[in-house]
């Protein structure tokens, strides 16, 4: 897989540069729900953590299935269930794609 930000030999850390920082309500991964402060406000994560939390959320969630996310938001899975030859090389590479799809919509 060829890294996105990868010119040469270089990182172009331009494009990242120019972003505000990362920020997402931080996850309690085994719980699965929400983590919140000792006053009752949800808490914040910021930079690997909430990319980590993104991730999760954002391969979690069916594309196109809730109206709050925008369209390019989530995994579009269901067209890959009940397929007869799941392990055949074709759907692999287009689950490959899916999912790489899914996490380049994030810069």
Same mark, same amino acid.
């Given at each position: 897989?060829?890294?996105?930000?990868?010119?040469?030999?270089?990182?172009? $850390? &331009?494009?990242?540069?120019?972003?505000?920082?990362?920020?997402? /309500?931080?996850? +309690?991964?085994? @719980?699965?729900?929400?983590?919140?402060?000792?006053?009752?406000?949800?808490?914040?994560?910021?930079?690997?953590?909430?990319?980590?939390?993104?991730?999760?959320?954002?391969?979690? $969630? &069916?594309?196109?299935?809730?109206?709050?996310?925008?369209?390019? /938001?989530?995994? +579009?899975?269901? @067209?890959?269930?009940?397929?007869?030859?799941?392990?055949?090389?074709?759907?692999?590479?287009?689950?490959?794609?899916?999912?790489?799809?899914?996490?380049?919509?994030?810069?």
């Amino acid at each position: 897989m060829t890294n996105p930000f990868m010119i040469g030999n270089t990182v172009n $850390t &331009e494009q990242y540069n120019t972003q505000k920082e990362f920020k997402e /309500y931080a996850w +309690d991964f085994n @719980r699965n729900s929400f983590i919140y402060n000792d006053d009752g406000s949800m808490k914040i994560v910021t930079r690997n953590e909430a990319i980590k939390v993104w991730v999760y959320k954002v391969l979690q $969630t &069916e594309r196109f299935r809730y109206g709050a996310y925008y369209d390019d /938001y989530g995994l +579009d899975l269901e @067209r890959f269930v009940g397929k007869v030859a799941a392990n055949d090389e074709i759907n692999a590479n287009e689950l490959y794609n899916a999912v790489k799809e899914t996490l380049l919509v994030n810069p």
